[in-house]
C-alpha cells in the first residue's frame, strides 16, 4: 500500500523564493496535518485538516506560510517569501477520521540560504 | 490543551542493557498515546499505541509500554537495546473521541545511542 506521499524530498532555495511543498495521503484517509520538526523547536504541529476543511492552523507561523487541500488527495503548504529560519523537515501525515492512528510521510528537507 | 514530557533527552547504553524512557502527559480528558520512532534521516514510524483495554502495549522490534493512568504516564521499555535501536523516540498524545483534536501533540524526544 502506498504510504502518503510527499515532494519535494530535498529543496535548497535562495532567501526570498516561494517554496511550495506537496503532500498526497494515503487513500481513504480525510484528516492531514502538516508539522515542523527543528532541532530547536522539535515537531510542532502546522496545521491539519479535516474532510479538506482547515481545523486548527494555529500552528502556522505568520501570513508567510498558507495550506491548503484542494481535495481529498491533495494538499500544499507554501512559504513565501521564504526565509533561513524556515529551514527545517516539514512532515506530512494523515489518518482517517475514525481512527486514531497517525501515518506521516518521509518529510520535505527544505533548506533556504 | 494537551502537552508531553519527556524527560529522557539523550541517553545512551550498551548493547542488551535494559530500556526506559520516561513519557509524561497533561489533559484533563480521555487520550490515546503513542510511541514513533525515527531513525537517523528518516520519518516517523508508529512503533505502538494505547487506546483502551490493557494497558501494557507491546509493539514492533520487542518494544512495550505501559499506561499508567494514575501518573499520567506512559513509559516505553525494551528488555535488551541492539545496536539497530540507536534513534530518536517520541511520545505522543491526541484525545480520544474529540474529533476537534484528533492532531497528536509531541514530546521533545528522546535521543537513544546504543553503543556497541
Known amino acids: 500500500d502506498a504510504g502518503v506521499i510527499q515532494s519535494p524530498r530535498h529543496e535548497v532555495t535562495e532567501m526570498g523564493q516561494e517554496v511550495t511543498l506537496r503532500c498526497k495521503p494515503i487513500?481513504?484517509?480525510?484528516?492531514l496535518f502538516w508539522y515542523r520538526q527543528t532541532m530547536m523547536r522539535g515537531l510542532e504541529l502546522l496545521i491539519y485538516f479535516n474532510n479538506n476543511v482547515p481545523i486548527d492552523d494555529s500552528g502556522m507561523p505568520e501570513d508567510r506560510f498558507s495550506a491548503k487541500m484542494p481535495n481529498a488527495s491533495f494538499s500544499t503548504l507554501k512559504i513565501q517569501p521564504s526565509e533561513p529560519r524556515d529551514s527545517a523537515v516539514y512532515f506530512c501525515?494523515?489518518?482517517?477520521?475514525?481512527?486514531?492512528?497517525?501515518?506521516f510521510g518521509e518529510g520535505s528537507w527544505l533548506t533556504v540560504v | 490543551a494537551q502537552s508531553v514530557s519527556q524527560h529522557n533527552h539523550h541517553v545512551i547504553l550498551s548493547e542488551a542493557a535494559s530500556l526506559e524512557l520516561g513519557c509524561n502527559y497533561s489533559y484533563g480528558g480521555t487520550v490515546n498515546l503513542f510511541w514513533y520512532v525515527q531513525y537517523p534521516g528518516q520519518h516517523l514510524q508508529l512503533l505502538l499505541k494505547?487506546?483502551?483495554?490493557?494497558?501494557l502495549v507491546k509493539g514492533i522490534k520487542g518494544f512495550e509500554a505501559e499506561f499508567i493512568k494514575s501518573k499520567f504516564s506512559f513509559n516505553l521499555r525494551k528488555p535488551s537495546v541492539q545496536w539497530s535501536d540507536t534513534a530518536e523516540y517520541f511520545c505522543a498524545v491526541n484525545a480520544s473521541g474529540d474529533t476537534g483534536r484528533r492532531a497528536l501533540t509531541f514530546g521533545s524526544g528522546t535521543r537513544l545511542q546504543v553503543q556497541p
Open positions: 487513500s481513504g484517509h480525510n484528516s
Open positions: 501525515a494523515s489518518s482517517q477520521t475514525s481512527g486514531n492512528t497517525i501515518y
Open positions: 494505547y487506546f483502551s483495554g490493557d494497558p
